[in-house]
T-cell receptor
Framework: AQSVTQLDSQVPVFEEAPVELRCNYSSSVSVYLFWYVQYPNQGLQLLLKYLSGSTLVESINGFEAEFNKSQTSFHLRKPSVHISDTAEYFCAVSEAGGFKTIFGAGTRLFVKA | EAQVTQNPRYLITVTGKKLTVTCSQNMNHEYMSWYRQDPGLGLRQIYYSMNVEVTDKGDVPEGYKVSRKEKRNFPLILESPSPNQTSLYFC?????????????FGEGSWLTVV
């Protein structure tokens, strides 16, 4: 069975600084990987996902994540964050060919002025 | 606009008083599910449905019921709510059961059981 661990529960960072939100997964088969974002008082929405192909995937608002099979990781990065990036970020994994998606516990990103 | 709509958004109820949280999606999605979100635990799946009249238990089904009589609707029923069911609940849907599909979430329902 797959599992996912988000290594940081909270990440405070100053505006315009770079940020990395860490995610590690465990699975015995091929996986799909996702990052979802939850802005205050809203539901989760997809930020980006890796299904196959290039291991580096990007979102429209400047985030990127790299699938690292040897490290079983899918860390989320942004070179320069904005106040508006303040949200909770969830890493998720599902087994290719399966139907269950497992979510991590979430990482709260606080961007300070 | 494509969306998942759940109601009520906020509810305070008393122990033992049956309640239903409604969920509706307008994307003709086959797959729907309910999650609860608790601090430090992330999202845990309560029940899911692969299609009309097909439902199954998720990871934390105790104390909950669901039904899927129509493709667009997937209500969550708490027959006898207890304080440990105080949580933030999300309804979600995706095109099919295929694990690579994007999951679309409702805005959440805050439930407090006193």
């Amino acid at each position: 069975a797959q599992s996912v661990t988000q290594l940081d529960s909270q990440v405070p960072v100053f505006e315009e600084a770079p940020v990395e939100l860490r995610c590690n997964y465990s699975s015995s088969v091929s996986v799909y990987l996702f990052w979802y974002v939850q802005y205050p008082n809203q539901g989760l929405q997809l930020l980006l996902k890796y299904l196959s192909g290039s291991t580096l995937v990007e979102s429209i608002n400047g985030f990127e994540a790299e699938f690292n099979k040897s490290q079983t990781s899918f860390h989320l990065r942004k070179p320069s964050v904005h106040i508006s990036d303040t949200a909770e970020y969830f890493c998720a994994v599902s087994e290719a060919g399966g139907f269950k998606t497992i979510f991590g516990a979430g990482t709260r990103l606080f961007v300070k002025a | 606009e494509a969306q998942v709509t759940q109601n009520p958004r906020y509810l305070i109820t008393v122990t033992g008083k049956k309640l239903t949280v409604t969920c509706s999606q307008n994307m003709n999605h086959e797959y729907m599910s309910w999650y609860r979100q608790d601090p430090g635990l992330g999202l845990r799946q309560i029940y899911y449905s692969m299609n009309v009249e097909v439902t199954d238990k998720g990871d934390v089904p105790e104390g909950y019921k669901v039904s899927r009589k129509e493709k667009r609707n997937f209500p969550l029923i708490l027959e006898s709510p207890s304080p440990n069911q105080t949580s933030l609940y999300f309804c979600a849907s995706s095109l099919s059961v295929y694990s690579g599909n994007t999951i679309y979430f409702g805005e959440g329902s805050w439930l407090t059981v006193v």
